[in-house]
């Protein structure tokens, strides 16, 4: 995806372990406001916290509401491609890794609004709609995940001639 560079002056690298790490934290806040009857997680950034979650909580009915608000090029409007479930969500936990400004969250606040929502990751604009999240990261920064970066050999320094 493209970063548009008059919106993001930031960058929050996460690594697999720091996901990890964080998506632990945030099972030890969800299990004293459990029990939950599963998760609905929302793609598809939702898929590796959720599956986290499910094992530290140890649940194991885990459904998806698939949602697409990013292209390659920027981000747009939230649309609802599938979700397979009755009721207001009272019960169950509703899982993403990050809010940013609220659009897929309202989105499906508005389908389940009696589910816990809980994010990894809050940004300012979107935070008032999640219930529990671990870190806050500023509305200027890019939350660049581990799916989304890829590993290459660098140089060191020394062999490269630059200071």
């Avoid at 990013?70 to 491609?81: H, N």
Wanted: charged share 20%.
């Amino acid at each position: 995806m493209a970063v548009d560079p008059n919106r993001y002056t930031q960058m929050f690298s996460v690594s697999w372990e720091q996901l990890h790490k964080d998506c632990r934290t945030l099972s030890w806040r969800l299990l004293e406001l459990g029990p939950f009857k599963g998760i609905y997680c929302i793609t598809r950034g939702g898929l590796i916290p959720a599956g986290i979650l499910a094992r530290e909580l140890d649940l194991h009915m885990i459904d998806t509401v698939c949602i697409s608000s990013y292209t390659w090029q920027a981000q747009g409007q939230a649309s609802v491609l599938k979700h397979n479930f009755q009721g207001d969500g009272e019960g169950w936990l509703l899982v993403d890794d990050l809010v940013d400004t609220g659009r897929t969250a309202k989105l499906v606040r508005e389908m389940l609004p009696k589910a816990h929502f809980a994010t990894v990751y809050a940004k300012p604009e979107g935070r008032p709609l999640v219930d529990t999240f671990i870190t806050e990261v500023s509305q200027d920064t890019w939350v660049l995940f581990p799916w989304d970066a890829g590993f290459q050999f660098v140089e060191p320094i020394v062999q490269s001639g630059t200071d």
